[in-house]
């Protein structure tokens, strides 16, 4: 079975720039999640899909970050503008259901973006 | 509000016994996980308890007890490739739905 794809794997971009992720979530797998992970902590969830729709979003810095999964598969997560502190890599990972039944979650290999 | 605490970094003898402990504090608490990271690399699942008690899984085990708030997971027969950080996440029910909340993570390094 295909695991979860990202692209691209690394990126590096000057501050002000915008930047876009994709993700391809394992096929079937109902919910998508895209976590911000800075280098030393955990992962931090900025935005939760339940098919196309968003389940949590509570800490998506809404002024410049925005995701999107059309179709209720693939998914993108743009930054505009970056800052400083978004260094950081972007896991994107996805579960068979996120709310009644308890799954696992798959992570992509992730993007390592360095905004300088 | 949610808070997940684990010892930043350990240190272990190639085929010793470790225990990484995880205590957290949610207001809807629905299970937690256990993840294995190594350097560079994405998470991967290792364990899931959501009653209390021992789950066994080859030479990993996870304890869970929801009284006290309090999760470990133990490392048997340590081998170097077990060199990687331990994520503790908690799965927690708000209004919004299941959401998993993870902790910084324990860094275990295993020497020979």
């Known amino acids: 079975e295909a695991g979860v794809a990202q692209s691209p794997r690394y990126k590096i971009i000057e501050k002000r720039q915008s930047v876009a992720f994709w993700c391809n979530p394992i096929s079937g797998h109902a919910t998508l999640y895209w976590y911000q992970q800075i280098l030393g902590q955990g992962p931090k969830l900025l935005i939760q899909f339940q098919n196309n729709g968003v389940v949590d979003d509570s800490q998506l810095p809404k002024d410049r970050f925005s995701a999107e999964r059309l179709k209720g598969v693939d998914s993108t997560l743009k930054i505009q503008p970056a800052k400083l502190e978004d260094s950081a890599v972007y896991l994107c990972?996805?579960?068979?259901?996120?709310?009644?039944?308890?799954?696992?979650?798959?992570f992509g290999p992730g993007t390592r973006l360095t905004v300088t | 509000g949610q808070n997940i605490d684990q010892p930043t970094e350990m240190t272990a003898t190639e085929g010793a016994i470790v225990q990484i402990n995880c205590t957290y504090q949610t207001s809807g608490f629905n299970g937690l996980f256990w993840y294995q990271q190594h350097a560079g690399e994405a998470p991967t699942f290792l364990s899931y308890n959501v009653l209390d008690g021992l789950e066994e899984k080859g030479r990993f085990s996870s304890f869970l007890s929801r009284s006290k708030g309090y999760s470990y997971l133990l490392l048997k027969e340590l081998q170097m490739k077990d060199s990687a950080s331990y994520l503790c996440a908690v799965r927690d029910l708000n209004t919004g739905g299941f959401k998993t909340i993870f902790g910084a993570g324990t860094r275990l390094f295993v020497k020979a």
């Open positions: 990972a996805s579960s068979l259901d996120g709310r009644g039944a308890v799954y696992e979650q798959y």
